[in-house]
């Protein structure tokens, strides 16, 4: 790292920058914090080389629009949080506090403000957010020999393996659907799915039926596993992020790796494990 890139992180603990913006996308920064900050210097704001709302993430671009039009409609006041990436690639996130000036015929002439730096604090509460969501009972049970495990809050039932009935043009880890109590089901099978090496079938296979989250709203599910083990209660801070040199199988399934004891569980995520397939009984399916 270089000297100039120590510097930049240093000054992102202590930026803000007051500003005087105008419609035409020009920017008047007062003082060089912004450029200690993000990496471009004021004049680039001023001459419009470079847009503020560019910088801006697209997913975050909405609502920070949506914060202007109901000022407006307003006392012509806001704040808004919103993320931008500086001039090296990095990621900040913004608190923005301002007011629009409209001339006296009630145009807008320009909006003044000012911007901070709230990365530190806004990634510890999403942490600590994280940590919460991520807090609960968790159903663990065993596949190829290996522990895993399902939120609670997912899980409807667990039944013995019924009869299954194939269906034609199914993706390969659905084994078909199962009658339960008059409601047909679709079974995966998850070591299929995970691409887990099938190995001697267990005496103690089952299926946990699982809610499933979809755009059209949640459907049942079976999940086809070796043997249903415990209900543990897992706090957030012992679950961690699933390392990208994990390459078992997509790492997109996983929540998380949960650390307990002398153990390693992964917790998978069963609305990204059904959410890219078409299953059997729902609109599109073959």
Request: with cysteine.
């Amino acid at each position: 790292m270089s000297k100039r890139d120590d510097a930049h992180i240093q000054n992102l603990k202590s930026f803000n920058a007051a500003f005087k913006g105008y419609m035409d996308g020009s920017i008047d920064f007062y003082g060089d914090q912004i450029e200690a900050a993000t990496g471009y210097p004021r004049q680039d704001f001023q001459s419009r080389k470079v847009i503020w709302t560019d910088l801006i993430l697209p997913e975050d671009r909405k609502q920070t629009r949506e914060a202007f039009v109901a000022a407006l409609k307003g006392d012509k006041t806001y704040t808004r949080q919103y993320r931008i990436v500086d001039k090296s690639g990095r990621t900040m996130w913004i608190q923005e506090w301002s007011q629009i000036v409209c001339s006296s015929n009630g145009q807008i002439d320009h909006v003044t403000g000012i911007i901070v730096d709230i990365t530190e604090s806004k990634t510890a509460e999403l942490t600590r957010l994280a940590c919460e969501q991520r807090t609960g009972k968790y159903l663990t049970f065993t596949l190829a020999g290996e522990s895993y495990g399902v939120s609670l809050v997912k899980i409807r039932e667990i039944i013995e393996i019924l009869p299954i009935t194939p269906v034609p043009n199914a993706p390969h880890s659905i084994l078909g659907v199962i009658n339960l109590r008059g409601k047909v089901i679709p079974v995966m099978d998850l070591k299929a799915r995970l691409g887990l090496t099938t190995g001697a079938l267990s005496d103690r296979r089952c299926i946990i039926v699982v809610e499933v989250t979809r755009l059209e709203g949640t459907l049942l599910a079976g999940l086809l596993v070796d043997e249903v083990s415990e209900v543990l209660t897992i706090r957030g801070e012992n679950i961690e992020d699933t390392p990208v040199t994990l390459s078992r199988f997509r790492t997109e399934y996983v929540l998380g790796m949960a650390k307990i004891e002398d153990r390693v569980r992964l917790l998978l995520d069963t609305d990204r494990i059904f959410g890219d397939l078409t299953l059997p009984g729902e609109p599109h399916s073959l």
